[in-house]
């Protein structure tokens, strides 16, 4: 088996510490996994690392972390016997993220170079190795565990031979069903933004002004504390009318016309075209919501609302569908998807907080006065109304309440039997050398230490 680089992190914890081990010393080998070495330094390395990224560390770090990384080495010897290969372009969106997230953080491409002592392309180098192991091991688990199939059954079973203390406790959940309105924008107020943009735009095109500049000083996007840039993106990461424009840029001197999408009003400036990747700057303007049309928003959904609590032939269902202007629920009668879940069912704290609050006194059916929320995709005030459908107090779980909770549980573990099956007779079949002074642990898996 060749020698394979591993990371158990990806944070930013892990360039700092890689930025930091310059220096060539003679290493202390901790174990060998086939002809491939663990040393001290990697262990410790990566110890700092999980420390400066708050991961879950179980037990002692000496034993765990060794351990850890002779595991994934033999995911990523099994990846080599099985040609598992991963998309280029995939390993690239993921590493760009990256790369921009640093950049955010320490406020240039330079300064992520001097921070790390390194030129950018190793840095990128460092994260596109790390990332394709990662999306290698994954791989190799999910052709081991891919035919498993959960039937209620099997849930049932699980659960009834659940010892007691081992039943999760689920915190009170809540189903809600939402309706917004966008007040309008007044023409006023949009043409006000666009005469800015102009002018911002006539400033870089005659050279008395840096569009990065401009960028820090007015830009209400994420990205305006480092001048707009976006780092280099693919055009599906960018909204189609942003991304229409952005690509066919071939000038680094001259700004893109105004650009309207969902988020406000843009302009843009080509930095670098790499293939089907662009690095380009952005200023966004946010066209303003009057604080009368939040008003007429409010009273036309206090009128709604006493139509539905006085159930004058109109439902919240029939709320949602032909006044909501929420894309996310109009069509699903106003219910609210919890994205991390995939259920209709929200903890408190994952709800947004405006409908948190509006929630938290209501009984079932009945539904909430007008208020205003922030649109989390917009970052624009919308005034909203909405319907607590179910309260779900905090309890032990159970097969009526939390099934799809407690099905992601026998899958999961089920999936971990069969890759522990597999691991325990790897690490038989596989030449394991671990040296005094690291064998003394309690390993998750047996068998490390051989027989003589």
């Not at 290493?27 to 070495?37: H, Q, R």
């Not at 569009?211 to 305006?224: D, H, K, M, Q, R």
């Not at 055009?235 to 999408?261: H, Q």
């Not at 009984?363 to 309260?391: C, N, W, Y």
Request: charged share 30%; with cysteine; aromatic share 8%.
């Amino acid at each position: 088996m060749k020698l394979k680089h591993i990371a158990l992190c990806l944070g930013a914890g892990a360039l700092a510490l890689y930025a930091a081990a310059q220096n060539n010393i003679a290493e202390e080998v901790a174990w060998v996994i086939g002809d491939d070495p663990i040393y001290k330094s990697e262990i410790e390395q990566t110890y700092q690392e999980m420390q400066q990224d708050r991961q879950t560390i179980v037990g002692d770090p000496y034993c765990y972390i060794p351990e850890e990384m002779a595991i994934e080495r033999l995911f990523l010897h099994q990846a080599d016997l099985d040609t598992v290969e991963v998309a280029e372009s995939m390993v690239q969106q993921q590493v760009d993220a990256q790369m921009n997230f640093l950049i955010t953080n320490l406020g240039s491409r330079e300064k992520v170079e001097q921070y790390f002592r390194k030129p950018f392309s190793e840095i990128r180098e460092y994260y596109a190795t790390n990332m394709t192991n990662r999306y290698r091991v994954q791989q190799v688990k999910q052709s081991l565990t891919k035919n498993v199939k959960v039937t209620p059954g099997d849930v049932r079973r699980y659960f009834n031979n659940l010892p007691q203390d081992s039943v999760p406790f689920v915190p009170l959940q809540v189903e809600v069903q939402l309706v917004t309105i966008n007040p309008p924008v007044p023409r006023e107020e949009i043409e006000n933004v666009k005469a800015r943009l102009r002018d911002y735009a006539d400033r870089v095109n005659r050279g008395e002004s840096e569009f990065y500049t401009l960028a820090v000083l007015y830009s209400e996007a994420p990205e305006g504390v480092r001048g707009g840039e976006l780092g280099f993106v693919g055009r599906g990461t960018l909204v189609p009318e942003f991304a229409a424009v952005a690509f066919n840029l071939n000038d680094p001197k001259k700004v893109s016309k105004i650009v309207e999408t969902e988020f406000g009003f843009h302009i843009i400036q080509l930095i670098e075209k790499r293939g089907d990747r662009i690095n380009c700057r952005h200023i966004l303007l946010r066209p303003k919501v009057s604080d009368e049309d939040i008003a007429k928003a409010i009273t036309r959904l206090d009128s709604v609302r006493a139509d539905i609590v006085d159930k004058k032939e109109l439902t919240f269902e029939t709320a949602a569908r032909y006044i909501s202007q929420d894309k996310d629920t109009r069509y699903s009668n106003g219910v609210m998807m919890n994205q991390q879940t995939g259920t209709t069912q929200f903890q408190m704290s994952e709800l947004p907080q405006e409908v948190a609050r509006a929630v938290a006194d209501l009984q079932p059916g009945e539904v909430s006065r007008p208020f205003v929320m922030k649109d989390p995709k917009r970052d624009r005030e919308i005034v909203a109304i909405v319907k607590l459908t179910k309260r779900i107090d905090a309890h032990q779980a159970n097969l009526g309440d939390d099934y799809q909770l407690l099905k992601g549980m026998y899958e999961e573990s089920t999936k971990q039997a069969i890759i522990d099956k597999w691991l325990e007779k790897k690490i038989a079949d596989t030449y394991v050398r671990i040296e005094d002074g690291w064998r003394g642990c309690d390993f998750r898996h047996k068998g490390w230490i051989k027989s003589k």
